[in-house]
């Protein structure tokens, strides 16, 4: 052979070779994370061709697949759209995105390594694929109360049943409905999406979990409270000073209460009182005592900074490594770089009621098989003992000081005793000051934790926008629960 023709040969070889090793690579090294890409046209179509399983409150599906006459053969639908539009996220041609639908979606899809006997079941059978149905711990008289009293403002409730940890409601306001990015018309749907990503109020962001942390404020209080009575150098009656003003060491900055005047007579209120009125200075002196140790400690008992799923990821709630002595006197009253979300603080009620136990707050009680066979069941779990069973019945009874005498008494619920805590939390020069709300119920046998968040609802250095726009939606929430 000629040395032109040995060259062409050995050109045509490599190419050869070149093409195999490009096709094993596409089919079997990099299958899987082909398979996977969201644009993968095939892929989806084929999740499409399998009907999706539900997602359920009780018995009643709040997402669910119907059959469609086009290409895709079902159609995710949302029969209650923006009451869960936080829990079920939603699916379409571009995937499962945000809540449940993301979460689970392995187990929805069908695709889950739980279900491969099940799949190869229905390959021999003949049954259709099918996907497993997510029932969730939802009450949903507790989520429809907490969606109609949130009503027209932007926040988040959350409430949890302190005894297991299960989320009862989760409500992230404003909403959007599913429905709409959930169609089957592409052009659409896109267009949809990006008017939602970028809409004023950012109703894609599920407030109760993640998005830009709130500074809880005043509600943090029970955090500071639980730190100091741990220490044993504190109890509920303990007379604390409560001036007017709070002189703060290494800066000329003062600290001031969110009302007129000193907090008691004399300048001297019991701890029960101060937390009651939600005395600053109090508790500004009180975090300055017990030292940041004791109150980062007593944070992360509760569960600040946690890194914990619901299957959701919840974004971890904060309090600052590092601080000088007026940055603890802030954070003691929730403030400075002290960051929560509702979920947070609804544990941190929650925790209270438990006796000191928090529990791992959860969102799916079961994972259903087609069958109705249990696949998975979940399983409570103490995430951590926060406090005493003595400190929590002192909390508990402090609290109860708050909406039976002092800023919480809109949550008053006829016939049964309410734990609670107001907040107004400032962030930023110049607007108006977040409103919060933490309480549980019966505080002698508690059901119900609830956590709730008006942004923008109070008046900038006033407890008044806790207790009178917060409080009062907490209160729903609880009798919801109780039946009242």
Excluded at 177 to 190: I, T
């Amino acid at each position: 052979m000629n040395a032109p023709v040995r060259r062409l040969s050995l050109v045509v070889a490599t190419l050869f070779a070149s093409l195999l090793v490009s096709t094993t690579l596409i089919q079997y090294v990099f299958a899987a994370d082909l398979n996977a890409r969201p644009d993968n046209r095939r892929t989806l179509l084929s999740t499409y061709a399998r009907e999706r399983g539900d997602i359920l409150v009780g018995q009643t599906p709040i997402a669910e697949s119907t059959p469609s006459e086009d290409q895709f053969k079902f159609q995710r639908v949302y029969p209650q759209g923006p009451l869960y539009a936080h829990v079920t996220g939603f699916y379409s041609f571009y995937g499962a995105v945000g809540g449940l639908e993301q979460a689970e979606d392995a187990f929805l899809s069908g695709s889950s390594d739980k279900l491969f006997y099940r799949r190869v079941s229905d390959l021999f059978t003949g049954r259709r694929p099918q996907g497993a149905n997510v029932e969730t711990t939802l009450d949903a008289r507790v989520q429809e109360a907490a969606s109609e009293a949130m009503e027209g403002i932007t926040g988040g409730a959350v409430a949890l049943d302190p005894r297991t940890g299960a989320i009862l409601a989760m409500v992230s306001h404003p909403t959007f409905d599913p429905n709409d990015v959930a169609g089957h018309d592409l052009e659409a749907v896109g267009t949809t999406y990006d008017e939602l990503n970028a809409a004023e109020g950012r109703p894609l962001v599920n407030r109760t979990i993640g998005g830009d942390l709130y500074p809880p404020g005043s509600v943090f209080k029970v955090v500071t409270a639980a730190a100091a009575l741990s220490t044993g150098d504190y109890d509920e009656d303990t007379v604390l000073p409560g001036p007017a003003v709070l002189d703060l060491p290494q800066t000329s900055a003062d600290l001031p209460n969110a009302f007129d005047g000193p907090c008691g007579p004399n300048s001297e209120v019991t701890f029960t009182e101060a937390l009651a009125v939600s005395c600053n200075t109090a508790f500004a002196r009180v975090g300055m005592d017990i030292g940041a140790e004791a109150l980062q400690a007593q944070a992360a008992k509760f569960g600040f900074g946690d890194a914990i799923t619901i299957p959701m990821r919840v974004t971890p709630s904060t309090v600052p490594a590092e601080m000088n002595l007026p940055q603890l006197a802030q954070a003691s009253i929730g403030q400075y770089d002290v960051r929560a979300t509702p979920l947070q603080m609804a544990m941190v009620a929650a925790g209270v009621a438990n006796d000191g136990v928090v529990m791992r707050p959860y969102l799916v009680q079961s994972i259903i098989g087609s069958d109705l066979s249990v696949i998975e069941s979940a399983d409570e779990q103490e995430l951590s003992e926060a406090v005493t069973q003595d400190v929590a019945a002192q909390l508990t009874r402090m609290m109860v000081s708050v909406v039976e005498d002092g800023s919480g008494q809109r949550a008053q619920i006829p016939g049964v005793e309410v734990a609670g805590k107001t907040g107004t939390a400032q962030h930023g020069e110049g607007r108006k000051a977040h409103a919060w709300f933490i309480s549980f119920a019966p505080a002698d046998d508690p059901e119900i934790a609830v956590a709730v968040i008006a942004e923008d609802g109070g008046v900038a250095g006033s407890e008044a926008g806790g207790g009178r726009v917060a409080a009062p939606i907490a209160k729903e929430i609880m009798e919801a629960r109780l039946d009242q």
